[in-house]
């Protein structure tokens, strides 16, 4: 069923939504498809701006915007909202569009603000909602380095992969070879030596948008020569951010005569300053690089523990903040040159849909039509590292699908860990299988695992239904 358009031509809408995360592939249409869905059964003329990776789609107009009671914003990443200023704004994380859109349509069409607490439980919001924007420029910052890291990860192994096979001598002295040589060896060096600037950059440009990442990107130029390591560059990002933001408030006081010298002179060359000044009073080598190369060589049971935690994490809330810690945790084991985190957690996040395809396969007794009918979905998805199609399976059978997969997922992690792959990049799937580092046990890790899953699957699901 096409739900698109629910967005009837020439008419206005009752509620307008956008929907985001991180990396824009998966949560962002689930969560589109299900508030039209959902909007389409209860009646109710609905449009759904989308801020995926492939840029925003179904724009909301002024007049959407105009009409609507109110608008719902299902993202964990920023997006832009000072266009709703004069309506009222629900704002949810993307995995409670998915879930809870008929709540969360009600609560439009009843004009109410969402609740997050009782209304005697005020400090606890505020926190939480401090903590949730936290959590969303990190996760802006992330998802903005994953094509960066994409062609830094595929390129370097690509030229690992020719040193090895030695192929090098052979185009040392053609024009190919001096193209090579000159320009595509740097582009790792640079991608990694500047992936943490990058970082630095993006969770400030999410808090105070351009003028943020101009500060917080020299800033973290001065910060590389200290040594200090990655957490350095991400709070790099937030000082910047909210320092910049603090100057614009202040400088909304200057003289309209002066005002056009704010925003690309004024505003960054200050705040450019007291990031100087500031850094200037941290140590030159609080974390040294190569002390700190040390404690990441870890034994092989800790390996083992850490990949299962990784895994588990993949699935225990399929796309929610757990999830995309572990993803956040496998981007940053790339830059500290971790590269067997990444490979655990992407193992791990293809197990959900590989599963409830094999356990559809195997005993299809087990499942109703509907359910049946996305098996070639979930496997094509599966094998894409692209996990949240599993999340319709998960959440109608939380004990005969949700469980197993967890637990499959955290195996995954495990074997990858113990077999020690790794790759450079931070998804592909399947795709880019020939890039990682011990395809073989790879595959080894993704199909014992689904197995092990699909058991489990079948056993609780048996055990459910009295077979």
Excluded at 14 to 20: E, P
Excluded at 207 to 226: D, H, K, Q
Excluded at 343 to 348: D, H, L, Y
Aim: proline letters at 4%; one cysteine or more.
């Amino acid at each position: 069923m096409d739900v698109k358009n629910n967005n009837q031509e020439n008419d206005d809408f009752d509620v307008v939504a956008v929907t985001a995360c991180p990396t824009g592939i998966a949560h962002t249409y689930m969560a589109a498809k299900s508030l039209e869905e959902t909007a389409l059964k209860m009646g109710i003329k609905i449009k759904v701006e989308t801020n995926g990776a492939s840029g925003v789609k179904n724009k909301l107009t002024k007049k959407d915007i105009e009409h609507a009671k109110a608008v719902i914003i299902a993202a964990d990443k920023k997006v832009e909202v000072a266009r709703f200023s004069s309506k009222n704004i629900i704002q949810v994380p993307v995995a409670k569009g998915i879930y809870e859109a008929q709540n969360l349509i009600e609560q439009a069409m009843n004009n109410k603000k969402q609740e997050l607490f009782q209304q005697d439980n005020k400090k606890v919001e505020i926190s939480y909602k401090k903590i949730k924007n936290l959590y969303n420029h990190l996760m802006n910052g992330v998802s903005r380095l994953i094509p960066i890291l994409m062609i830094y990860g595929i390129i370097s192994q690509i030229m690992i992969m020719l040193e090895m096979n030695q192929f090098n001598y052979l185009y040392n002295d053609s024009e190919l070879g001096m193209f090579l040589n000159l320009n595509l060896e740097y582009i790792p060096s640079l991608a990694i030596m500047f992936g943490g600037c990058l970082l630095s950059a993006f969770i400030a440009e999410s808090i105070s948008e351009v003028p943020g990442f101009t500060v917080a990107l020299f800033s973290s130029f001065i910060y590389m020569n200290r040594n200090l390591g990655m957490a350095g560059m991400i709070v790099i990002g937030f000082v910047a951010g909210y320092l910049v933001l603090g100057l614009k408030k202040l400088f909304s006081y200057i003289p309209e005569l002066l005002e056009s010298l704010v925003p690309n002179f004024l505003l960054p060359l200050s705040a450019f300053v007291i990031m100087t000044i500031i850094l200037n009073f941290v140590p030159q080598r609080v974390i040294d690089y190569q002390y700190q190369d040390q404690i990441l060589v870890l034994s092989p049971i800790f390996l083992i523990i850490i990949g299962f935690v990784l895994g588990a994490m993949m699935s225990i809330d399929m796309g929610g903040p757990i999830n995309k810690t572990a993803y956040c945790i496998g981007i940053i084991g790339i830059l500290l040159k971790r590269f067997d985190f990444m490979s655990a957690v992407m193992a791990a996040g293809m197990i959900p849909p590989i599963v409830i395809w094999l356990s559809i396969m195997v005993y299809p007794q087990l499942f109703n039509e509907k359910e049946k009918s996305g098996k070639w979905r979930c496997l094509v998805r599966g094998l894409c590292f692209v996990s949240e199609e599993a999340i319709p399976y998960m959440i109608n059978d939380k004990r005969g699908i949700h469980l197993p997969c967890i637990i499959a997922s955290g195996i995954a992690g495990a074997l990858s860990m113990f077999f020690g792959c790794s790759q450079m990049f931070p998804h592909g799937g399947i795709a880019t299988l020939p890039f990682i580092n011990h395809p073989h046990f790879f595959i080894i890790s993704i199909f014992a695992s689904a197995l092990i899953g699909m058991s489990f699957v079948l056993f609780f699901k048996k055990s459910a239904n009295n077979y």
